[in-house]
Nanobody, 122 residues
Framework: QVQLVESGGGLVQAGGSLRLSCSAS????????GGWFRRAPGKEREFVAA??????SYADSVKGRFSISRDNAKNTVSLQMNSLKPEDTAVYYC?????????????????WGQGTQVTVSS
């Protein structure tokens, strides 16, 4: 059974940092796209960042502040979030896609974690 589990969310003041981790089990994800999405209250799930084969992609809103990485030996994908802003407040989800491109469309992702809450206070 494939399972993704996020961790690392929490409450932080504006300007602070958090590191999210996504641990995968049930299959090897080393060749998959690993992605992070988020959903703020009342909004659609939106793309944050993705990684595949050493290449990365970021939403404009987080570029320069967030950094995605993966450890294939541990089957994990992480998201380092710096200079956090109140508008970054959301539930963050990790997902994996067996596709070849780093899609920004959540419908292209095959597996999802349960989400972790990130709250940034002003």
């Amino acid at each position: 059974q494939v399972q993704l589990v996020e961790s690392g969310g929490g409450l932080v003041q504006a300007g602070g940092s958090l590191r999210l981790s996504c641990s995968a089990s049930g299959r090897t994800f080393s060749t998959d796209v690993g992605g992070w999405f988020r959903r703020a209250p009342g909004k659609e799930r939106e793309f944050v960042a993705a990684i595949r084969s050493g290449f990365t992609s970021y939403a404009d809103s987080v570029k320069g502040r967030f950094s995605i990485s993966r450890d294939n030996a541990k089957n994990t994908v992480s998201l380092q979030m710096n200079s956090l802003k109140p508008e970054d407040t959301a539930v963050y989800y990790c997902g994996t896609s067996r596709g070849l491109i780093m899609s920004r469309d959540p419908r292209q992702y095959d597996y999802w974690g349960q989400g972790t809450q990130v709250t940034v206070s002003s």
